[in-house]
């Protein structure tokens, strides 16, 4: 897996050292907007360099002033984006008056998270492993929410300001309001898919850090010029994740480096992109806003983590959406391996008691036979031969019992000589061809000329019905299964309906 703390700390610290410069040479501007500006560009410090010691650090007390910093520096940026707002905008008295409620949220929300360290009803801290070395993950609370519904409130407010003032302004103006509006969407819509994805790293903090930038070149140095594409394409682009850009309709009207090589799209023609999703994730490409699914292909031997997040217009309508997609095979695969070791057995590779319950909880037992098998006298093999033949008895056995069932039919190892098998889809009608392959088994294991002792298996088997009762299907069938036992082993028994 690539190292990206490193290299996003040393991304966030030069973007530090470049609000810094911003902030101070807008101080030093005669422009209107110079204050503001200024203002704007130096709240943005405190949570990048806030966010830069959450990702460095590897101490909790020092990711937790990390995080004080982070999110009071939030505060900060949401009070001077009502400043640079009213400046910008243009806003007259009353439209400046609508901000004092925000201001004083902004207020409550400061002394809350200032009382975390008593109370601790805002966030906490959790130790986890990110490359090789502990990162301390934050679990939010009910301030933390509170935290989240007031700056995105404000920032939702700011939104909906600069959207009205881009309707209403002259077409060649249109553009110093367009590309701040298009920036605050696009860094809102990095930071949600972060908080939902509950990735350990927040990239995000990357796109405020270059919104500040933005709003220093858009309000100082502005000049008509259609930048929007290029610089959110270059943001985009850079991204490690493919990202596709859908419109209302569905069609995608642009995808990033790495989304054009997953699609195999020729070039910059992007329309072919929604039929090669399709075709790469099926059902799975139609999932939810927000929702983070996970994917794997047996076929191709990887795995993707897919996120969708839909964009509203003021009033609500859907105008589009974007769907990141992120390659986490490796993950996925690691995954996979440890969920086949708890729930298979390392000497026979079947279903252990583990896999057994799973498939109890799984499959429809209505039209499912249940078979207890056990081993005749495998003791005596033990004594008489030693553990090291047993257990080449029961591979044996293991694989006699699984070659005489379908594919698609559940062989399970529960104990030492104990086995079981779900014959799924299927009924009654089927008795006869199971006694059949009872008898195959028992003349595969009489076979001797492997050098290993000749074994046999008595079988006790029951047929599910709707009603059926997990517990009580296998004490039947182990009923059946004691009763062949009794008269004589070395067959199968079928329990009666109860």
Not at 397 to 410: E, L, M
């Given at each position: 897996m690539k190292s990206i703390r490193l290299p996003f700390g040393i991304m966030l610290f030069v973007l530090a050292i470049a609000l810094v410069i911003c902030s101070v040479k807008a101080r030093k501007s005669k422009k209107i907007l110079g204050r503001p500006v200024s203002h704007m560009i130096g709240a943005l410090i405190p949570p990048v360099v806030g966010n830069m010691i959450i990702i460095l650090s590897s101490n909790q007390i020092l990711s937790k002033i990390g995080c004080y910093i982070y999110f009071l520096g939030m505060d900060f940026v949401m009070l001077a984006l009502i400043e640079f707002t009213n400046e910008y905008c243009r806003l007259s008295g009353k439209g400046r008056k609508l901000w004092h409620i925000g201001e004083a949220l902004l207020a409550i929300d400061f002394v809350q998270l200032c009382l975390n360290p008593f109370f601790k009803h805002a966030f906490t801290t959790e130790a986890i492993i990110v490359e090789g070395r502990a990162y301390f993950r934050l679990i939010p609370m009910a301030g933390q929410t509170f935290h989240r519904v007031v700056d995105y409130g404000i920032l939702a407010i700011a939104i909906i300001i600069f959207l009205v003032k881009l309707l209403d302004s002259p077409k060649i103006e249109s553009e110093r309001y367009s590309v701040i509006l298009m920036t605050m969407v696009f860094t809102t819509i990095w930071e949600s898919a972060y908080i939902f994805s509950r990735a350990p790293v927040d990239r995000a903090m990357v796109g405020f850090g270059v919104f500040g930038l933005l709003i220093y070149y858009l309000a100082l140095h502005y000049r008509p010029l259609r930048l929007l594409d290029r610089i959110l394409a270059q943001m985009a682009s850079n991204l490690p994740e493919a990202l596709f850009f859908f419109d209302s309709s569905g069609q995608c009207i642009w995808a990033n480096n790495p989304g054009?090589?997953?699609?195999?799209?020729?070039?910059?023609n992007f329309e072919p992109a929604y039929l090669k999703l399709r075709?790469?994730?099926?059902?799975?490409?139609?999932?939810?806003?927000?929702?983070r699914h996970s994917v794997y292909s047996t076929e191709t031997k990887k795995g993707y983590v897919l996120q969708r997040q839909l964009v509203n217009d003021?009033?609500?309508?859907?105008?589009?959406?974007?769907?990141?997609?992120?390659?986490?095979?490796e993950e996925q695969e690691a995954l996979r391996k440890e969920i086949y070791k708890a729930t298979h057995d390392s000497l026979t590779s079947l279903h252990n008691r583990a896999g057994y319950n799973f498939l109890l909880s799984t499959l429809d037992l209505s039209n499912t036979y249940l078979l207890v098998i056990d081993v005749d006298s495998f003791k005596s093999i033990n004594?008489?031969?030693?553990h090291e033949v047993g257990d080449k008895v029961l591979q044996k056995?293991?694989?006699?019992?699984?070659?005489?069932?379908?594919?698609?039919?559940?062989v399970c190892r529960i104990g030492g000589d104990e086995f079981v098998v779900f014959i799924a889809n299927t009924d009654d009608d089927q008795r006869q061809i199971i006694i059949d392959r009872v008898a195959q088994i028992n003349a595969e294991l009489a076979d001797s000329s492997d050098s290993l002792p000749p074994v046999s298996v008595s079988v006790g088997a029951v047929m599910g019905s709707e009603d059926t009762d997990a517990?009580?299907?296998?004490?039947?069938?182990?009923?059946?299964?004691?009763?062949?036992?009794?008269?004589?082993?070395?067959?199968?028994?079928?329990?009666?309906?109860?």
């Open positions: 054009i090589r997953l699609a195999e799209l020729d070039g910059y075709e790469m994730f099926g059902s799975d490409f139609n999932i939810s806003d927000s929702e003021d009033k609500g309508r859907l105008i589009g959406s974007f769907l990141s997609v992120r390659d986490n095979t004594d008489n031969y030693g056995v293991a694989k006699t019992i699984k070659g005489n069932f379908r594919s698609n039919d559940y517990k009580e299907l296998f004490e039947r069938a182990d009923r059946a299964l004691y009763e062949r036992k009794r008269n004589g082993k070395n067959g199968i028994t079928f329990s009666e309906k109860a």
